[in-house]
């Protein structure tokens, strides 16, 4: 049964990458018991095609990983624009590490070895950051939307939107660089609970509206269409 806090997602998407399999599968059996969704990497050259591919409300990422290291691939994805929340598993006793980590882009670090109770307290206060703190203000690129206002701008100039279009920008902006799938958008912002009828069309349709506000004859193109699978916003090529 789950036990997820109130004020946390109850569907909330987490990525584990932990080399190490017994602390992996204890990570994933605890989070899976708070009703939340889970993937898994043991290694960091797995992480980067799993971020590209789906959606995540969390990365618990390991310091100590072979091949590209955890402090490596959180400066990759920071870089590339990827705001998802990211608690990075430090060595023990490591205070120099953890300021490393959150210099780096870490959003908290909890040094190894654990308590399991800890850590799912850290992921929870992760989880409703977003909710809380993130500003009135998410951008990509010269992109930016006023979350307050409901309002956006490209390259300075002012572009309104309607409620939908406001909602559907604010969740590709909030998960911009991963690949966004129209159940995820039928389930957090169309709010459909049940698949009676597909909103596949109404989604395709909305969509096709924000992009033609948000691209237009902008020569670098945000808003692309993932081939049989949904949509992502990035700055950078599809």
């Not at 095609?49 to 691939?73: I, K, N, Q, S, T």
């Amino acid at each position: 049964m789950s036990t997820s806090h109130p004020d946390t997602p109850p569907s909330a998407r987490v990525l584990v990458v932990e080399d190490e399999l017994p602390v992996r599968q204890s990570i994933v059996e605890a989070l899976t018991q708070e009703g939340w969704l889970v993937m898994e990497a043991g290694r960091g050259r797995e992480m980067l095609p799993l971020l590209r591919e789906h959606a995540f409300d969390l990365v618990v990422l390991d310091w100590m990983l072979p091949g590209r290291d955890g402090l490596e691939l959180l400066q990759h994805v920071r870089a590339r624009g990827a705001q998802t929340p990211v608690l990075m598993l430090t060595p023990a006793d490591g205070v120099d590490d953890r300021v490393i980590g959150l210099e780096s882009g870490a959003d908290d670090c909890l040094d190894k070895p654990f308590v399991v109770a800890e850590l799912i307290a850290r992921c929870r206060a992760l989880l409703r950051r977003p909710l809380l703190s993130m500003g009135d203000f998410l951008q990509c690129g010269d992109l930016q939307l006023d979350t307050r206002r409901r309002v956006a701008f490209r390259a300075g100039e002012e572009i309104s939107l309607s409620p939908r279009e406001a909602d559907l920008l604010e969740f590709f902006l909030r998960y911009q660089v991963q690949v966004v799938t129209r159940e995820m958008l039928e389930h957090d912002v169309w709010k459909a609970s049940r698949r009676l009828t597909s909103l596949d069309n109404v989604i395709d349709v909305q969509v096709m509206r924000l992009r033609r506000k948000i691209d237009g004859e902008y020569p670098v193109k945000l808003l692309h269409t993932v081939r049989g699978v949904g949509y992502r916003l990035a700055a950078d090529a599809p």
